[in-house]
């Protein structure tokens, strides 16, 4: 770190106030507005969700066989809009609003891919379907392993 | 042997090469900027009819190149050295840029501090009679750097209000021994500082220390103050790293006044939603290739000294949890 | 049509808040990748302690839409197929609850991809 074998002159100032002082002329995230624009925009995202899952009630689908073909059908819509080059900007207002509703899940994989494209189909757009749904996969996948193991042997 | 040193850190030159010419290519929200008319040529889009957004940063640096080696008015085998550098990995943009120019090419790394970086080397070259005329240019472009350092373009990330805009462009300058112009008359190379800012979305916390450590070395070196000097421009400090800079200089003895901007800080306006302001290679060296330079030329500037700021990170190396390390390199030039 | 909806909005947009704290109040190196781990992994989680289930019950789209309901699913289904085939469910279930949303994410991704240039 600086000042230990530095030739003088130095600046005069420590790690230590250097990191407050940052600290304090950083301007910190507006949580408050992004909370109430996500908030809105997410819930938004989910009341369409659910008219959705009611129409195909409706129409004469079983509820978990709704849900599911809801899902899809917001992955769909979500990789399309990513596509578009929409997406991006409902994220810089929406912020989590629009990352943790499933639609965000597609952008998350859509929008490495379209980037990589130009490095090819299966070293760019194929490899990198899975940049952000990896890890995702991963730890969900491997945490309801561990959650089945364990309800098998408080069963058994 | 002659030395040309003064101080510690401070080259003089004893005949200051000239800038005979300067050319900056610029991308769309760069030429809708406050300084937009300042540009030599402002691109349509950031793609440009190429393949790819690498291969247009590469076409814009030779374009850059070419112009100012045309208004230079020297040919292509009157340059001794091509200098040039990038963001990206292996300065790749430079490298083809190089291809094409077939000069005898000095590939550099200072990453938004290049130009400068540039320009001192460029500079000794000639001062120390290697080199009768030298082209020296830089790019940037907003969607290389952003698919390297941080996410796809299209993934809809909030960015935080620290973060800086990587600047679309291409500057370019031809220095010379002799001719008219503005001159480069003295040179400050300074040293990496790292004050453990982790944040990559506060670049201009982690380069300020840096840069008030080259300009508090230079003053001392040469036995100025900035007064001395009509402005002193830091290249993508960014709003948040140039009050940074500004602190830490006061602290250290040295008061800058209104004389002290950044590129970073001029080439957008508020309203272009870049929140701390541009960064890149081609800020500092579109700016100074067009606004400065013209004032130079007009002598409403008389001495100009030019701070690049660089942030010498890796995408790699955030992820290990390293800090950002900063160099900041000073020069002079006189109208 | 409109049975459930105001419950959807409602608790969608606050398991979204919960969201942006973690990214606003956290340390930049926690990324939006990061969240989403989170989140799915919580889903999980709070599904096998009986806790989401409830919630998908009252709120419906406003606890499923959001990535912990897909966690929710994960654990859901591991537990469901252990009761069904023992040990060998608890690595069957997860996979096969999320089978078309998986599917479907490959598929329309890569459709998507491949149709669309991105725009920086």
Request: hydrophobic share 45%; net charge neutral.
């Amino acid at each position: 770190m600086p000042g230990e074998k530095l030739r003088p002159p130095n600046v005069n100032i420590t790690l230590e106030e250097y990191k407050n002082l940052s600290t304090s002329m950083t301007p910190k995230p507006t949580a408050l507005r992004n909370s109430v624009r996500a908030f809105f925009v997410g819930g938004l995202i989910c009341l369409i969700g659910q008219m959705m899952i009611n129409l195909l009630v409706i129409a004469g689908l079983e509820r978990t066989e709704a849900s599911t073909a809801t899902t899809a059908i917001l992955i769909f819509s979500g990789a399309l809009l990513t596509g578009l080059g929409v997406y991006d900007e409902i994220g810089k207002f929406a912020g989590a609003g629009s990352i943790i509703p499933v639609t965000g899940f597609a952008n998350s994989i859509v929008a490495p891919a379209l980037e990589f494209k130009r490095e090819g189909y299966v070293l760019g757009v194929g490899a990198r379907l899975f940049t952000v749904a990896g890890p995702v996969l991963v730890y969900g996948i491997m945490t309801s392993i561990v959650v089945g193991i364990i309800y098998y042997f408080l069963r058994f | 042997m002659i030395y040309k040193r003064q101080g510690n850190q401070t080259v003089v030159f004893e005949n200051p090469p000239v800038i005979l010419s300067s050319y900056s290519v610029v991308g769309p929200k760069e030429g809708k900027g406050p300084l937009g008319k300042t540009f030599s040529k402002v691109l349509p889009d950031s793609l440009n009819g190429n393949k790819s957004w690498e291969v247009a940063e590469s076409k814009m640096l030779e374009a850059a190149m070419q112009g100012a080696l045309e208004q230079s008015r020297l040919k292509s085998d009157e340059i001794d050295y091509m200098l040039a550098g990038d963001l990206l990995n292996q300065i790749i943009s430079s490298n083809f840029a190089a291809r094409t120019m077939g000069l005898p090419f000095i590939g550099l790394y200072g990453a938004c501090s290049t130009m400068a970086l540039g320009m001192a080397v460029g500079s000794m070259l000639i001062d120390g009679g290697f080199a009768r005329n030298v082209l020296v240019g830089v790019s940037s472009h907003h969607d290389t750097a952003e698919r390297q350092y941080r996410s796809p373009t299209e993934q809809g990330n909030q960015r935080a209000m620290s973060a800086q805009w990587t600047v679309t462009g291409a500057g370019s300058l031809v220095l010379a021994q002799s001719g008219t112009g503005p001159r480069v008359t003295a040179a400050t190379i300074g040293r990496v500082l790292d004050f453990g800012e982790k944040n990559v979305n506060n670049m201009g916390g982690a380069m300020a220390p840096a840069v008030a450590d080259t300009i508090l070395n230079h003053m001392n070196d040469l036995k100025r103050t900035p007064a001395d000097y009509d402005l002193i421009v830091s290249g993508d400090l960014g709003q948040v790293g140039l009050m940074l800079a500004k602190e830490v200089l006061k602290r250290s003895g040295v008061e800058t006044a209104n004389q002290f901007n950044d590129c970073g800080v001029m080439i957008y306006d508020s309203g272009q939603d870049v929140h701390a302001g541009g960064s890149g290679c081609a800020c500092s060296a579109v700016v100074f290739a067009g606004d400065i330079m013209q004032k130079l030329n007009s002598k409403q500037y008389k001495r100009v000294l030019l701070a690049g700021s660089g942030a010498l990170h890796s995408p790699t190396s955030s992820l290990q949890g390293e800090s950002v390390p900063g160099i900041g390199h000073a020069i002079v030039i006189e109208a | 049509m409109f049975e459930q909806v105001i419950p959807a909005f409602i608790v969608g947009g606050l398991i979204c808040v919960a969201g942006q704290l973690l990214m606003d109040l956290t340390k930049p190196a926690f990324t939006p990748a990061h969240v989403l781990v989170t989140f799915v992994t919580g889903g999980a989680i709070l599904g096998a302690l009986g806790l989401y289930g409830p919630m998908v019950k009252f709120a419906g789209a406003g606890a499923s839409v959001p990535l912990s309901g897909f966690g929710y699913l994960l654990s859901k289904g591991a537990m469901e197929a252990v009761d069904k085939r023992g040990l060998l469910g608890a690595f069957s279930g997860g996979v096969e609850a999320a089978a078309v949303g998986i599917a479907a994410a490959v598929l329309f991704g890569y459709l998507v991809s491949i149709a669309f240039t991105p725009k920086g």
